[in-house]
Structures are given as C-alpha cells and as structure tokens.
C-alpha cells in the first residue's frame, strides 16, 4: 500500500477499520485478493514476481500491511521485497511483538518500510526509518492515523486530507462505497504543499494524489478492511488499474468474511 487510513479501538465492536491504495508499475504482475493455496489461512492480493503482499487478514483475525518509505537516493536494487513483511506475519502464529523483535535485527536489509501488524487486541506500528522512539515497535494507542510514503501521521497532504474526511466518514457511519469514493480523489494539493523527498517536481505532483494516474504508474487497487470483535475480519478489494492487465477476471465487490 502506499496511502493507508485506519481507526484503531475507536469503533465500538470494530477494532480496526483501515482504508487505503496500493500504488505500484502497472507491469508489475500480481493476483487479487484471493485465498492462498500455500498458505490457505491468509487472503490477500499476491506480488506474483516475489510472492509477498501489500495487505491482508487471516481466517483467525490476523491483519498486516505495509507501505514504502520514498527515499530515492536510499534505494537499493538488491534489498529483499518488502511484501514478504506482511506475508511472512499472515502466515505464521507468532505474536505481533515477537514478530517485530524478529524483523528488527535484520530491517536494514530493506529498503525503508513502514509496517502494521496485529489482530483485533493490539496493533503495532514499526519502520526502518523511524527512531526506536515510544511509538516506533509498539502498541498503537487508540486514535486514527495515516500513512503514506514516510512514518507515521507525516503530515503529507493527502494524509491530512484523507484522515479528516476518513474520521468524517466514520462519524456517519458510512457504508463501504463510502470509502471507496474517497479514495478514487486524483486531485493534486498546489506546489508549495507538496513534499520534497528527493524525485523531481513532477514526479512529486504525480505521487501527491490520493488516487494516483500516471501512464506507467499508478493506484491499481483499493482495500478496505474491518477487523471485528470476536476475531472476524472483512477485506474488501475494488481493482483501480494494472490487476485486470495481469489477464485475471476481477469482481471482489463483495467482501470476504471469515
């Protein structure tokens, strides 16, 4: 993912509710969210070149995702996928925190990450870029956040903007479609607003959108999930652009439930 919204023990009865895009080359092959034949306890979307994801859940209220930090000169060709993060946590039974003390030791192998992880009692937020502070690898307080492209509640504007309309949403009670909407916005906030991580002018406007469109790039799905009391989970997946390229037939307007 690279914009996620999320209410975490805000919603009685709903501890987690999170809404967010991924955004990635269109020519990068991946399957939809699906139930995995490997690994029948996760569903989630599949990166059919490293075999990791960007989100999911598990039949036993497990819930993880990630998003990339944008630091260019930091990039490196040969850093191990950062979907295998989230995969690695579904498919397994450790703990939220004994996962993350397993991954930190080796989080510099990676290019920059932000990672959740969790299940409907506790949810941690961890990065590779962020200090070891009193947030960074441990339990999130209640609240509603947002993350993009840099750590946690980086006040990037279309963080600022989706988590304003995001609290709104939940306030009315809004159903899915709701969600959906406000994740399709392809409005660019003007220049002086703008974020400079060290991609040109261009390619900054191009990443600011909520709902980004670019001829090679861009959002290719949107996800909503609802972790549940009493350790049920929906995922709702709606295809945006570059999926249905990947030759497979896409209808997930329904939720999965488990």
Not at 129 to 143: F, I, K, V, Y
Request: with cysteine.
């Amino acid at each position: 993912m690279c914009l996620i919204v999320f209410a975490w023990q805000v919603i009685p009865g709903m501890p987690l509710i999170a809404a967010g895009n991924r955004d990635e080359f269109y020519d990068r092959p991946a399957m939809p969210a699906t139930w995995w034949t490997d690994h029948p306890n996760v569903y989630a979307g599949r990166d059919l070149r490293c075999g990791g994801t960007w989100m999911g859940i598990t039949r036993d209220g497990r819930f993880a995702a990630v998003t990339n930090i944008r630091a260019p000169s930091q990039k490196r060709d040969n850093a191990p996928s950062r979907g295998m993060l989230v995969s690695d946590y579904l498919a397994g039974h450790t703990s939220a925190e004994e996962y993350i003390a397993s991954i930190a030791p080796k989080a510099g192998e990676f290019n920059g990450f932000n990672l959740l992880v969790g299940d409907a009692e506790k949810l941690i937020w961890y990065s590779n870029a962020a200090p070891d502070d009193e947030r960074n690898g441990r339990t999130l307080a209640p609240g509603i956040y947002g993350l993009s492209n840099a750590t946690l509640d980086t006040p990037w504007p279309k963080v600022v903007k989706t988590k304003a309309q995001f609290a709104s949403l939940l306030c009315q009670g809004a159903p899915d479609d709701a969600y959906f909407e406000m994740l399709t916005d392809c409005t660019r906030p003007s220049d002086c607003r703008l974020p400079r991580t060290g991609v040109s002018i261009e390619w900054e406007r191009i990443l600011s959108a909520v709902c980004i469109d670019s001829p090679d790039y861009g959002t290719r799905t949107s996800t909503v999930v609802k972790l549940l009391a009493g350790k049920t989970a929906t995922l709702h997946e709606r295809p945006v652009r570059g999926i249905q390229d990947a030759g497979y037939a896409v209808d997930q307007r329904n939720p999965c439930r488990i």
